[in-house]
DNA sequence: CGGCAAGTTGAGCCAGGTCAACTCCGGTGG
DNA sequence: CCACCGGAGTTGACCTGGCTCAACTTGCCG
C-alpha cells in the first residue's frame, strides 16, 4: 500500500518541521494516524472539558499556547504549565489525580491524536518513541525547574528567567536580541506567581536599569544580556546566605 | 535457558512491590536487567556527580528520598523535587539542560539501570513500558501541582498541601491519620520556598488552632482533616478575588 | 559529656500583595 | 467615522505576610 501525506498534515507544524513527531513517522504510520485523528483551530480563553479530555487524552499542538492551570477555591488561579508548538500533551492519567483544565491563551491550532494509533506507533517506532519520551521529559524538567524559580527567586529573578525561557523555547531563532513574549501581562503573572500590577513595575524597573527595552507589549528587547542573565541566576547584592563559594559542592563540574 | 531471580533483586523494593517496574519483567529481562545494573547504599547528603550521572544517567529508589536541588549563585537553594521508593529518575537529557544536583535527603538504596538493557526492555515489554511511562507522567504532574502550590499558596496552605503529598505518597496506607514526614524541617523549607522559621511558626499555629498534632518531628497527627483539607486547596476567609462560579469556563465539545 | 547541626522563638522590616483610580486599545454598533 | 464599552495594562498609596537577623533550646553522635 502506498499512502500519501494527508492534507491536513502538510499544514500542520507537527509535520513540517523536522523535528516534530508526525515528521518522524513513515507514510503510512502517518496515514493511519491522520485517519483517526482530528485538528482543530480554538481561540483564546476556550477551556478543553474533562469529556473531551476524556476520549482525546492525547493533543499535540501546531501553533499558539496551551496552559494548565488550576483554580483554588477562593478564586485564585495559577497557570502552572505551558505548551507551546512540538509539544505532545498526554492527559491519560488524569483519572488518578485532579491536574486542572487545559486552557487556550491564544489562538491554538490542536490535534487530538487517537490514542490507539498513537500507542501502536511509539511501540513501533524507535524514533518517533525517543522523541515523544524526550519531549515529556523535558516537560518535566521545564515543571520542575519552573518550581525552583518560583520557590526561591524574587519578581526580578523571575521575570528574568521568563525572558530566557521565552527566548529558549522559540522556534524562530532568527532574532537575536528580541524575545517574543507570546502570553498577555495578565496570564504571565499567573504564570509567575505575582500580581499583574508586580509584572508591570518590574518590568519598568528593568528598562529603567537600560537592561530590557519593551517596543511592543509582545516583543521585548534585552539590550544587557549579561546582566539579564546574571539577575536570572539570582545573583544578589547581598543575603543572609554565604557566598556559593561557601558550599561544598560534590559533584564535578564539566 | 532458565533465569533465576537474582539474589540482589529479592531485596529491592522495585522487585517485591507488585507495581515496581522490576516486577513486570520476565525472568531473562531481570536477570539481563541486573547482571547489567548495580545498587548502591548513600548516606544522606551526598550528592551524584555530574560524571556519574553521564555514566548511569536511569536510577531507581529502593528506599530513602532523593532530591533533585538547584543553587543559585549567591547560595539559595531550593529542592525542586522530590523521588522517592518506586521512582525512576531519567537525566539522559541533562546535557541538554541544566537540572541541578541529586542530592539524597536521608540514606537511600538505589540501583543504576544499564541504560542499554534498560531501553530494549522498554522497547520490548509492553506492561514495563506503560508502567515506566506512567511513572514519568507522575513526576511531571507532581511537579506541575507543586508549581502551582508554590505560585499562589501561602505558608499555612503550602504546608497543608505539603503533608496531603505525604500521605499520598507513602506507600504504607496503615496509619490513617498519621503522615510520616520523610525528611527534614531544614529540606522542607527549601522544597516549599520557605525559611525553616517560618516552616516552625506555621505548623505550631496549625498545632495551636487544633487541626494537627506534632508527636515527633517526621509524623504528624492529623486532628481535623476537612479543615485541613480546606487550607490546602486554598480556602480563604475573603481575597481580592472574585468568586469561582463568577468564572465563565468555556468548553468546546468534542 | 561536649560539640555541632537542627529547630525554635522574638523583634523589626521590606518586597510584593492589595485596593483604587486611571490610561490605553481594539472591537462594535449606530 | 466616531462614540462607546470592556478588558488589559499602568501608576500611586498603603499594608501585611513572611524574610532576616540574632539569641536561644533541643537532639544527636562520637
Known amino acids: 500500500m502506498h499512502a500519501r501525506t494527508p492534507e491536513k498534515c502538510r499544514l500542520c507544524s507537527m509535520y513540517y518541521d523536522a523535528g516534530n513527531f508526525c515528521a518522524k513517522l513513515a507514510p503510512n504510520e502517518l496515514a493511519a494516524l491522520a485517519s483517526e485523528s482530528q485538528t482543530a483551530n480554538i481561540k483564546r480563553g476556550t477551556t478543553l472539558n474533562d469529556e473531551t479530555i476524556m476520549h482525546w487524552p492525547i493533543l499535540s499542538i501546531s501553533s499558539g499556547v496551551m496552559s494548565l492551570q488550576h483554580l483554588l477555591h477562593d478564586g485564585r488561579k495559577t497557570i502552572a504549565?505551558?505548551?507551546m508548538r512540538g509539544d505532545i500533551i498526554d492527559m491519560r492519567n488524569s483519572s488518578k489525580r485532579k491536574l486542572g483544565s487545559l486552557i487556550a491563551l491564544s489562538n491554538v491550532e490542536l490535534c487530538w491524536l487517537s490514542p490507539q494509533i498513537f500507542e501502536k506507533?511509539?511501540?513501533?517506532?524507535?524514533?518517533?518513541?525517543a522523541l515523544v519520551w524526550e519531549n515529556l521529559r523535558d516537560q518535566t524538567f521545564r515543571a520542575i525547574e519552573h518550581s525552583s524559580d518560583l520557590a526561591k527567586k524574587q519578581a526580578r529573578e523571575k521575570l528574568a528567567a521568563f525572558i530566557f525561557e521565552c527566548r529558549h523555547r522559540n522556534p524562530n531563532k532568527a532574532m537575536k536580541d528580541h524575545v517574543e513574549i507570546p502570553i498577555l501581562r495578565l496570564d504571565l503573572a499567573e504564570y509567575l506567581g505575582m500580581q499583574p500590577e508586580t509584572v508591570s513595575r518590574t518590568f519598568k524597573k528593568l528598562e529603567d536599569n537600560?537592561?530590557?527595552?519593551?517596543s511592543d507589549?509582545?516583543?521585548?528587547?534585552?539590550?544587557d544580556l549579561p546582566a539579564l542573565r546574571k539577575i536570572a541566576n539570582g545573583h544578589r547584592a547581598k543575603t543572609r546566605h554565604a557566598d556559593a563559594a561557601d558550599y561544598k559542592i560534590l559533584t564535578v563540574g564539566r
Not at 537600560?210 to 519593551?214: A, R, W
Open 217 to 223: 507589549l509582545s516583543v521585548i528587547q534585552i539590550l
Open 210 to 214: 537600560g537592561i530590557i527595552k519593551i
Open 81 to 83: 504549565a505551558f505548551f
Open 121 to 129: 506507533i511509539v511501540s513501533a517506532n524507535t524514533k518517533a518513541r
